[in-house]
């Protein structure tokens, strides 16, 4: 249904000046508070909240109120979750105006404390078809009902709250990606530059003790040397500690915990480098596939490699990629990729995401799969 036109130059100022405030410098609550009052006021309520929906959208994760004082919110307890005619709402994300809000077939009730609400409008907080939440007015002062010119101010302003919201995620997933790749650079810095360095030290200092005829500069030598050792495995708890800090449930954590959990299996503990923002670009689905994979991958060097090293790497750019790679025996060049060690199973994985397996023995030896799912 067309809204109707809005004519009157005071309100369309206000709106204008209130939409324009999104690209101010102010904290999103205090924006998101903004259009609530400006809500209230355009439309002439009593009562405005805006109630913004948790990740998954089931529920409200944030509840806004204006028009109560503190004393009014504090009595009335814990903030609305998202049943009766807000639950409504969530489920068909519609405007709703009712002449009365008890008379509706979902209404929940109104909490004890909470002033009578009669009359009520609720609009989603959507750009473009991602709902955000939900913006609604109760108790439109003159008594009578909320119109179609209030309806058409109000929902002008749910959009601009769901752009600031929109621009507030969006924000904090670049600043997410950020904290992971830089975290990422450090632990490799740390693994590729600083352990490899210790390392070298350890040896040439062992190197010189050989050297040596005298006892007491030998024990000096042995103790750096004790001292480097433990100087390198603190190191590599550090980057470990690097590495899942920030990834607690996703694509790094889950696979960073299956190699773990395959050292014994494998014999030794895998290099493990990752690229790109692998969390927060990898579904659910997706990862349980090349958690999958790798298991796969790593066993098969486990039971027929004999490496003494072993790198994995998870990438994403245009496409997820996996790689493992080892030192060991390699594989027949005669013998068919598809079959054996699982890698049928596995070229299936990546082709039922669109992607695809590669199997081959570099030339310096050893064995690199390579599998890649569309993203």
Do not use: C
């Not at 975290?183 to 490799?188: G, P, T």
């Amino acid at each position: 249904m067309p809204y109707r036109r809005v004519d009157d130059p005071v309100k369309l100022r206000r709106l204008l000046q209130a939409v324009l405030m999104i690209e101010g410098d102010l904290s999103l609550p205090v924006l998101l508070r903004h259009l609530v009052e400006e809500a209230r006021a355009l439309s002439d309520a009593r009562f405005g909240a805006l109630g913004v929906l948790n990740e998954s959208r089931t529920a409200l994760d944030q509840f806004i109120t204006v028009g109560l004082d503190a004393a009014h919110e504090e009595a009335i307890g814990p903030r609305p979750q998202g049943h009766g005619v807000l639950g409504l709402l969530i489920v068909d994300p519609v405007p709703l105006r009712l002449s009365r809000l008890a008379d509706h077939v979902d209404s929940y009730g109104i909490p004890e404390h909470h002033p009578e609400m009669t009359s009520f409008l609720g609009v989603p907080v959507k750009v473009r078809d991602e709902v955000y939440g939900n913006l609604y007015l109760t108790n439109k002062r003159d008594g009578a009902e909320f119109d179609e010119e209030d309806e058409a101010l109000v929902s002008a302003l749910a959009v601009a709250a769901g752009v600031a919201l929109e621009n507030a995620r969006l924000h904090a997933r670049v600043q997410e990606i950020a904290v992971f790749e830089d975290r990422d650079r450090i632990a490799r810095d740390l693994h590729d530059t600083v352990i490899q360095r210790l390392f070298a030290v350890g040896l040439s200092l062992q190197g010189t003790a050989r050297l040596s005829s005298r006892p007491e500069v030998v024990g000096r030598i042995e103790r750096a040397v004790e001292e480097l050792d433990e100087t390198i495995r603190q190191l590599r708890t550090a980057i470990f500690d690097l590495e899942v800090a920030v990834h607690q449930d996703g694509l790094r954590r889950g696979v960073i915990d299956l190699i773990e959990e395959l050292v014994p299996v494998v014999g030794l503990r895998p290099k493990v480098t990752f690229g790109g923002p692998v969390d927060s670009a990898i579904s659910a689905a997706v990862a349980e596939h090349l958690l999958a994979t790798l298991r796969e991958a790593l066993t098969n060097v486990a039971k027929h490699a004999q490496a003494s090293s072993i790198s994995v790497t998870v990438s994403v750019a245009d496409d997820l990629l996996l790689v493992v790679a080892d030192n060991g025996r390699g594989i027949d060049p005669e013998a068919p990729v598809h079959v054996g060690h699982g890698l049928k199973n596995l070229r299936m994985r990546a082709e039922s995401l669109g992607g695809s397996l590669e199997v081959e023995s570099p030339s310096q030896g050893g064995m690199r799969l390579a599998w890649r799912a569309r993203l």
